[in-house]
C-alpha cells in the first residue's frame, strides 16, 4: 500500500511538471530579438524585455506603463504622477515597501513622463533578489493600497516638489512656453500636475485611474543584467502570469494639435537674477523619419563649443550658457531651446541675436562637417549607453513609451545614416517663425502653416527590424573583497613612480574605465591661490598647442570616449571612460591636453562667465545660500588658507581676478608626477601596455614639490539656528551639521554607518524621512547621514540632517527634526530597524563594487592611504556582527540634542522677522 501511494504520487508529480513546463510554454512566447534584447509575451498581454549582461554583477527590473500626463483627463492634471508616489505605500503583502528596497540595498525609483510611468530598483545579482523584485513589481501592479489616509499625507508632499519646481523661474519658463505653445493637446501641460487638482484629488478617481492603467496588456517589464534567462522567464511566468486584465480593452484617442499659425510670446516677472530667453518649436514624434534629421539640428545649433548658437551668444559674451532639449514622444513633440543672460547683459540683443541665428538657417544651410560632428557626438553618447546595461533598463522606457522599445535602435540608425541634404529640408521645414513660442501674437496677412504629421503604423515599422550584431556580453566578475584583491595588479612604476592599480576584466562592449591623479604642494605652498586649481583644470580640455577645442571634441566623439578633469588645492585627477579598442589613443589625447595646455584667454573668459551667472542665478535660491552659510559658520581658516570659506562677494570677486598669468604660473607649480600619484583603471585592457604608457610617457613630467595633505582637525561646529528669507521663492530648505571627533579606523566606524543610514538614510524609511515624509507630509525630501574622516590624524567627521518644504511648515519641521534627534538617542533602534540596515547595507556595498567608477574610487582611495581591500571586507564584517546595543552606544555618544547642531533655513517664511542672527536675501 506504500509503495502504490509513493508511485502515484510520483506519478502525480510528473505529470503536474510536465503540465506546468507545457504552460509556461504556452504562456511565454519569443516575439522578437535585437542586438541582446529578446521581447516575449505572455498570454495576458504582459511584454517582457530580457537582456542578460554577465559582467554587471546587478540586475535592475525596470516595469513601464503606458500611461503618463497625456492621459490625463480634466481635473486630473498630476494624477499620473501622484499615482506614482502612492504605489510606494505598500500592499497587503509588502506593507512597506521603502523599508523592502533600503533592507536588499536597492538603488530604487519610480518617474513620470508624458507618455509613460516607470518604476526601477537595481540590485545586487541573487536569486533572492530577482524573486522579492518580480514579486513587488508584479503585486504593486493590482494590489497597492491606495488609500485616503496615504493620499492624506503624499498629495502635500507632491504639492512641495511642485513647489519646489516653482522656485525656478527657468523651470517656470519652460513650464509656461510650452503650455502657450499648445491649444488642446496634454504634451502643454506640465506632468508634475496643477497644484488644485494634486490637492483636491477625490481617493475614488485616483482608485479608477490606477485600475484602468495598472494592468498586465499595458506594462512592458525589462530585466537586464546578471540572471539566468530560463530561470527568470520561470519567475516571471510565476509571479505575473495569473494576473488578469480588467474587462474592457484600453482605447487611446489622441487629440490633434491644430497647425500654429504665428508667433506666440511668452513674458514671465518674477523675483530672480538671471535673465532668460527661449524659443520652441513643434516637431515630429520620436518614431518620424524627421526626428533624427533635427536631432543633428538641435546639435548643430546648441553643441558646446561648435554649436552655431553657442558660437553666436556665448562665443561674443551675449549670454552665459545655452541649452536644448527635444523629448522623444509617441505623438507630436517640440524642440525647446534655453539662453542664460547674466543681468549687466541685453536681453533684447540675445533675443535678436537667437531668433536671427534661427531664420538664417534656410539661407546658410548645415556642412558635411557640422553633420558628421553631430553623428559622431550621438553616437558615441548612444553607443556607451547600450553599453551600461545597468541604465539601458530604465533608458528603454522612453522609447517604450513612444511605441516599442525597437525605435532605440531604428533611431540610432537614422542617426548614422543622416544626410545633409535631409537635415536642411527638415530645419526649412519646421524651424519657421510661425511654428515658434517666444513671445506676443504678430499678425501677418500672409501666414504659414505647418502641421506636425503623425506616425502611422509603429508595429509595421519595427516588426521585421533586426538590428545590428549585439555586443559581446562580458564575462561573471566576482566582486567579493578577496577576487577584487586578488585581481588587483598593483604596484609602483619605476621611472615614473605612479602609483597603480589595475583590474584587467571582461566588460560588456570591452568598456575600461581609469582615474588618473597627481597631487602636489602644502599648505604653505598654495596659501593665496585662489581659485588657480579649479580654473587651471577646467582650462586643460579647451586646447593644446596642437588641437582647438573643438579638435579634442570631434576626436573624442570618433574614439567614442570621454576625458573629464577636475582640480582643487594640490589635485588634478583625469577621469578616462574608453573601450580596449580606442584607450590608448585616448590616453595620448589625455596627455597632449596635460601636457601642452594653451590656456586661451578667451576660453577662460567664458568659463567665468558661466560660473558668475551660475553663481548669479543662485544668490536668492534656498539650497545655496543655506549651504553656503553653514561653511561660513563654521569657518575657522584666514582668508588666502586653501579651505578658507568664501562669502558670494568673495567668491564674484575671485572668480574675476582669475587670468592666465595665474593659471600658466599655478601649473609651473603643480602640475606633474611625484610618488602621490596615482593610475586605477578597470576594464577591458592590456595591462602591460597601460603600466608602459605611464611609467615612459610621464617620467619626464615630474613636480619638484612632495605633497603634504592640507590638516582639517577636528572643531566642534558653532551651534546655532539662522533664518535667511528668500523672497517668491515657493519651496524652503534647512540643513543642519554637527561635527565630532571620529575617522574610517575607530572601533565605532560600522556602527556609525548603521545609525547614520537608519537615522537619515535608505529609500523613504529613515527615522526622518519617516517622520517629515511619510507620517507629516510636509516634506518632497528629508533625511541626513554620518560622514567620516579617512584622515585617522585629524578626525574631522559630521553628520547632517535636511528638508525640502512649503515655507508654511517651517515649524513643523523644526518640530520634526527635534523631536525625531531626541528620541533616536533616548529610545535608539530596534531590532527590525538593525536587520534591515545592515542587509541594506552590505547589499548597497556589493552593488558600489560592481561599478567600475565606484570601485576605482575605492581602490584609488586605498591606494593612497597605503591599505587595500581588506580594510572595506572588515568593516563588513564588523557590520555584520552589530547588535542593537552596539549602535545604541554610539547613537547615545555622538548624537547630540537639536539645539547643539548648526541650522540655517532659507525660504519666503511668513511672519519674517529679522532677529539678530538672521538675513534677507533681496
Do not use: C
Not at 505575473?240 to 506666440?264: M, S, V, Y
Not at 566642534?716 to 561635527?739: H, M, R, W
Amino acid at each position: 500500500m506504500k509503495s502504490d501511494t509513493r508511485y502515484f504520487r510520483i506519478t502525480l508529480a510528473l505529470v503536474l511538471f510536465l503540465f506546468l513546463s507545457f504552460s509556461a510554454q504556452a504562456q511565454i512566447k519569443k516575439v522578437a530579438s535585437v542586438e541582446g534584447i529578446t521581447e516575449y509575451s505572455l498570454d495576458n498581454g504582459l511584454k517582457v524585455l530580457l537582456f542578460p549582461d554577465h559582467s554587471a554583477q546587478t540586475i535592475t527590473v525596470n516595469i513601464t506603463y503606458m500611461v503618463g500626463s497625456r492621459h490625463e483627463g480634466y481635473g486630473e492634471k498630476g494624477m499620473a504622477h501622484l499615482l506614482e508616489h502612492m504605489v510606494f505605500k505598500g500592499t497587503p503583502k509588502h506593507p512597506n515597501i521603502p523599508e523592502e528596497l533600503s533592507s536588499h540595498g536597492a538603488r530604487p525609483n519610480g518617474t513620470t513622463w508624458y507618455d509613460r510611468t516607470n518604476y526601477f530598483e537595481t540590485f545586487n545579482a541573487t536569486d533572492e533578489n530577482l524573486e522579492w523584485a518580480l514579486d513587488l513589481e508584479s503585486d504593486r501592479m493590482v494590489n497597492s493600497y491606495i488609500a485616503k489616509k496615504d493620499l492624506e499625507s503624499e498629495f502635500s508632499v507632491v504639492r512641495n516638489e511642485f513647489e519646489s519646481g516653482e522656485n525656478s523661474p527657468t523651470g517656470v519658463l519652460m513650464e509656461k512656453v510650452i503650455s502657450a505653445a499648445y491649444l488642446w493637446h496634454n504634451y502643454g501641460k506640465s506632468t508634475i500636475g496643477n497644484k488644485s487638482d494634486i490637492e483636491r484629488v477625490p481617493i475614488e478617481s485616483l482608485q479608477a485611474f490606477y485600475k484602468k492603467y495598472y494592468r498586465p496588456d499595458n506594462a512592458i517589464l525589462m530585466v537586464t543584467g546578471k540572471f539566468d534567462t530560463e530561470k527568470t522567464l520561470a519567475l516571471i511566468e510565476e509571479k505575473f502570469g495569473p494576473i488578469k486584465n480588467p474587462e474592457g480593452k484600453l482605447r487611446d484617442n489622441p487629440t490633434i494639435e491644430p497647425a500654429q499659425d504665428g508667433e506666440k510670446r511668452v513674458t514671465l516677472n518674477r523675483v530672480g537674477d538671471l535673465q532668460i530667453v527661449s524659443a520652441l518649436y513643434h516637431v515630429p514624434a520620436g518614431s518620424h523619419e524627421d526626428a533624427a534629421a533635427l536631432t543633428i539640428a538641435e546639435l548643430v545649433l546648441t553643441d558646446e563649443p561648435s554649436g552655431r548658437l553657442y558660437k553666436a551668444l556665448v562665443d561674443t559674451q551675449k549670454a552665459s550658457g545655452i541649452w536644448s532639449f527635444t523629448p522623444f514622444t509617441k505623438e507630436p513633440s517640440f524642440l525647446y531651446i534655453n539662453v542664460d543672460v547674466p543681468s549687466e547683459k541685453s536681453l533684447e540683443e540675445a533675443e535678436t541675436t537667437l531668433l536671427t541665428t534661427l531664420d538664417n538657417l534656410a539661407d546658410h544651410l548645415i556642412t558635411e562637417a557640422e553633420l558628421n560632428r553631430a553623428k559622431a557626438n550621438m553616437l558615441k553618447q548612444m553607443d556607451q549607453v547600450f553599453r551600461n546595461s545597468s541604465y539601458l533598463g530604465t533608458f528603454m522606457s522612453e522609447f517604450i513609451g513612444a511605441g516599442d522599445w525597437r525605435l532605440a535602435f531604428i533611431y540610432r540608425d537614422r542617426i548614422e545614416e543622416m544626410t545633409v541634404d535631409r537635415v536642411n529640408e527638415a530645419i526649412k521645414k519646421y524651424l519657421i517663425p510661425t511654428n515658434r513660442t517666444v513671445g506676443n501674437f504678430i499678425p501677418t496677412k500672409n501666414p504659414v502653416r505647418i502641421g506636425i504629421p503623425h506616425t502611422e503604423n509603429v508595429d509595421e515599422l519595427v516588426a521585421n527590424y533586426k538590428g545590428k550584431e549585439a555586443m559581446d556580453a562580458g564575462e561573471a566578475f566576482d566582486v567579493s573583497y578577496e577576487n577584487i584583491q586578488n585581481t588587483l595588479q598593483s604596484g609602483t612604476l619605476s621611472n615614473s613612480n605612479i602609483e597603480y592599480g589595475l583590474i584587467k576584466k571582461d566588460n560588456r562592449g570591452k568598456t575600461v574605465n581609469l582615474t588618473f591623479t597627481m597631487r602636489s604642494g602644502n599648505v604653505e605652498q598654495l596659501m593665496n591661490k585662489g581659485l588657480a586649481a579649479k580654473y587651471t583644470a577646467q582650462m586643460l580640455n579647451k586646447g593644446t598647442k596642437t588641437k582647438s577645442r573643438q579638435d579634442i571634441e570631434d576626436k573624442l566623439s570618433a574614439l567614442k570616449s570621454s576625458v573629464y578633469f577636475s582640480g582643487s588645492n594640490g589635485r588634478v585627477t583625469s577621469s578616462v571612460n574608453s573601450t580596449e579598442e580606442n584607450l590608448m589613443e585616448t590616453l595620448a589625447l589625455m596627455t597632449d591636453m596635460l601636457k601642452n595646455p594653451t590656456f586661451d584667454p578667451t576660453e577662460l573668459e567664458k568659463l567665468k562667465t558661466q560660473d558668475l551667472a551660475s553663481l548669479e542665478e543662485s544668490k536668492s535660491e534656498p539650497q545655496s545660500v543655506v549651504s553656503r552659510q553653514i561653511g561660513l559658520l563654521n569657518n575657522r581658516f584666514e582668508k588666502g588658507h586653501p579651505l578658507y570659506r568664501m562669502t558670494l562677494d568673495e567668491e564674484i570677486a575671485a572668480i574675476k581676478a582669475v587670468n592666465v598669468a595665474d593659471l600658466q604660473q599655478y601649473y609651473k607649480d603643480f602640475y606633474g608626477v611625484n610618488k602621490s600619484s596615482s593610475v586605477v583603471a578597470i576594464g577591458n585592457m592590456d595591462v602591460a601596455a597601460v603600466e608602459t604608457y605611464f611609467d615612459n610617457t610621464y617620467a619626464d613630467f615630474k613636480s619638484d614639490k612632495s605633497y603634504t595633505e592640507i590638516s582639517n582637525k577636528f572643531q566642534k561646529n558653532q551651534p546655532a539656528n539662522e533664518k535667511i528669507l528668500t523672497p517668491d521663492k515657493k519651496n524652503a530648505f534647512t540643513l543642519g551639521v554637527i561635527s565630532f571627533e571620529g575617522s574610517e579606523y575607530d572601533d565605532d566606524y560600522a556602527a556609525l554607518q548603521v545609525a547614520g543610514e537608519i537615522f537619515g538614510g535608505g529609500f523613504l524609511n529613515s527615522r526622518i524621512a519617516g517622520r517629515l515624509r511619510q507620517k507629516d507630509g510636509v516634506s518632497y525630501g528629508a533625511g541626513g547621514n554620518v560622514s567620516l574622516d579617512n584622515n585617522k590624524d585629524d578626525k574631522n567627521s559630521s553628520m547632517y540632517i535636511y528638508a525640502i518644504y512649503a515655507p508654511e511648515n517651517a515649524e513643523k519641521v523644526q518640530q520634526g527634526f527635534k523631536e525625531e534627534i531626541s528620541r533616536y538617542i533616548a529610545e535608539g533602534i530596534t531590532e527590525e530597524e538593525l536587520k534591515g540596515a545592515v542587509s541594506g547595507w552590505v547589499q548597497e556595498q556589493n552593488v558600489s563594487r560592481a561599478k567600475d567608477n565606484e570601485l576605482a574610487r575605492v581602490i584609488s582611495t586605498n591606494l593612497y592611504l597605503d591599505r587595500d581591500m581588506m580594510f572595506q571586507k572588515n568593516v563588513e564584517k564588523q557590520v555584520e556582527k552589530l547588535t542593537v546595543e552596539d549602535v545604541n552606544k554610539v547613537i547615545k555618544k555622538y548624537f547630540k540634542n537639536y539645539e547643539n547642531w548648526t541650522v540655517v533655513n532659507g525660504g519666503d517664511f511668513d511672519n519674517f522677522e529679522i532677529k539678530k542672527d538672521d538675513k534677507k536675501i533681496d
